[in-house]
């Protein structure tokens, strides 16, 4: 069966920087986009970054030219580096993967 598994999330201070995996099993991984989402307390789940099969990327306005988001066909994993890293950005962040899937999500805490 399908499987998303986040890890990397933390506390860090604000300007640092995180890095994200999501480790996917059960599917073709190669084939497929990949998302990253975030739920911050008391609000809706939100789009963060997409990554097509091919490699094209999309990000929210709020994190373009801070986060890059990533993938390893070798690997099945989906990565997303954050940088210059603001307590708005304090949330849990999900993987999903289109078709409907979603892993359990890792806290990220940005805070001095």
């Known amino acids: 069966q399908v499987q998303l598994v986040e890890s990397g999330g933390g506390l860090v201070q604000p300007g640092g920087s995180l890095r994200l995996s999501c480790a996917a099993s059960g599917y073709i991984f190669s084939i497929y986009a990949m998302d990253w989402y975030r739920q911050a307390p008391g609000k809706q789940r939100e789009l963060v970054a997409a990554i097509t099969s091919g490699g094209n990327t999309n990000y929210a306005n709020s994190v373009k030219g801070r986060f890059t988001i990533s993938r390893d066909n070798a690997k099945s994993t989906v990565y997303l580096q954050m940088n210059s890293l603001k307590p708005e950005d304090t949330a849990v962040y999900y993987c999903?993967?289109?078709?409907?899937?979603w892993g359990q999500g890792t806290q990220v805490t940005v805070s001095s």
């Open positions: 999903h993967l289109p078709t409907g899937y």
